[in-house]
């Protein structure tokens, strides 16, 4: 089965219907209104466009992310605010995402989780990636919470983030109040470690650091939780597909080999990452609420609309997966947004990338390649996941 058709299989493993159907809405056009669910936008240019007009598109309102998660996560978390409290909240938090910061935080937390892999795999053990990569996220959200990273406390990290996460569905714009019951008590228990550590103010936990940052409890508490949302299950969807893609098309070899230390590495490393980015588009959509009339790619638009930006349709029609190909300027970081809303997450997500990929290049240098024996898609997921991507040396 080729790359695109394993994409295809994840896609709709997660969203059946949905999926098909926002794909074959690029035959009706580019901006197209879909009752129901809203106006949907499968090209990068107007992506963009809605992405960085916040005086009429906003994060804040009807079918907006706010109606999902302010009940869960109260009112100032990034992703529902806007304007100036959005910048400086996000000014407050930049510290904990420079390069240095973030390296220091995947240094700490995720370096022993993935000691011994390619020994393992040298010894010609299988691994799976999809729980390898799970632990590498739980531990990187147990170092977010300050919790010590038990075996236990990492397994119910992932299981708490995908258990909120998974309750979201696009055809509903908020979510019922069980389901905000039950995600604020499965965030109040994954939180409680967090309070513990800004409260005794430690500077070496991110909680600690928020405080030191000059964040309010409320505001660091939100972050936290934030971040757990929005950072676990994307790289949990990437980091498998990236190596599943680059396999299925010849990269993975050249990927593995490439030394970061060095330009050409570097770049390498950097341009396969990218496209797969740009094929996976790990967040598939993207919403917004309209605040004032507008026209988006030549449909009207009134306050109160939901605009659903396909970022799936987007990045994906810029071509086949190519890393030497050049890359489009309308749809490149669109995988990450665009505008205030960028993801604040990138340089992390980025780092956790290459903990997984330093961490099997040891298996190139040993002049052996790794190769996909076995992998199943994920289902009913809101981001499109391998279940399991089983490799060997090979
Ligand atoms: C491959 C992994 C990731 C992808 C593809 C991704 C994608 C995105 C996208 C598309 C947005 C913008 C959404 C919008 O404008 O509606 C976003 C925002 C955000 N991301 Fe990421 N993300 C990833 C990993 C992470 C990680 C690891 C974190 C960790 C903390 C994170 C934290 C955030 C936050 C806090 C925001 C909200 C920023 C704001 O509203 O100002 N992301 N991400």
Same mark, same amino acid.
């Given at each position: ?41 499968? %090209? ?23 109606? =999902? ?30 390069? +240095? ?18 020994? +393992? ?77 800004? +409260? ?12 030191? =940052? ?30 599943? =893609? ?40 993207? =919403? ?27 990045? +994906? ?10 890359? %489009? ?28 990929? %330093? ?36």
């Amino acid at each position: 089965m080729t790359a695109l058709a394993w994409e295809e299989r994840i896609q709709r493993g997660a969203h059946p219907v949905v999926y098909p159907a926002i794909r074959g809405l690029r035959r009706l056009g580019p901006v197209v209104r879909v009752p129901g669910i809203g106006v949907v936008v499968s %090209d990068a240019a107007t992506a963009r466009e809605v992405l960085l007009d916040t005086d009429h598109f906003s994060k804040v309102g009807p079918g907006a992310p706010s109606e =999902l998660w302010t009940p869960v996560l109260g009112p100032s978390v990034l992703l529902n605010m806007e304007g100036s409290d959005h910048a400086r909240l996000r000014r407050s938090l930049a510290g904990l995402f420079t390069p +240095r910061a973030v390296r220091e935080l995947v240094a700490v937390s995720v370096p022993e989780v993935l000691a011994g892999l390619p020994e +393992r795999l040298l010894a010609g053990e299988r691994v799976d990636v999809v729980a390898e990569t799970a632990t590498t996220a739980g531990t990187v959200i147990c170092a977010m919470t300050g919790l010590p990273p038990t075996d236990t406390a990492v397994g119910e990290a992932m299981t708490a983030a995908q258990s909120i996460v998974g309750l979201v569905r696009l055809h509903r714009r908020s979510l019922t109040p069980s389901q905000v019951r039950h995600a604020r008590a499965v965030l109040a228990r994954l939180s409680a470690p967090a309070l513990d550590a800004y +409260r005794s103010a430690d500077p070496s936990t991110v909680p600690g650091r928020m405080r030191e =940052l000059g964040l309010s409890e409320e505001e660091a508490m939100g972050a936290v939780g934030a971040f757990v949302l929005t950072g676990t299950e994307t790289i949990q969807s990437f980091v498998p597909r990236l190596v599943a =893609l680059a396999a299925d098309t010849g990269w993975l070899d050249r990927l593995l080999a490439a030394d970061p230390s060095t330009t050409e590495g570097a770049a390498l490393r950097g341009r396969v990452v990218e496209e797969a980015l740009r094929i996976t588009a790990p967040t598939p959509v993207m =919403l917004r609420s309209v605040r004032a009339p507008a026209t988006v790619g030549g449909v009207r638009v009134r306050a109160g609309d939901r605009i659903v930006i396909a970022t799936i349709s987007c990045c +994906r029609d810029a071509g086949p997966f190519d890393p030497a190909a050049p890359v %489009d300027a309308a749809v490149r970081h669109l995988w990450f947004g665009a505008g205030p809303h960028f993801c604040l997450g990138m340089p992390l997500a980025l780092a956790q990338v290459d903990a997984v990929l %330093d961490a099997l290049r040891p298996v190139a240098d040993a002049g052996r390649a790794v190769a996909v024996v076995h992998r199943s898609v994920a289902r009913g997921v809101l981001i499109p996941a391998y279940r399991s991507l089983v490799v060997e040396a090979a």
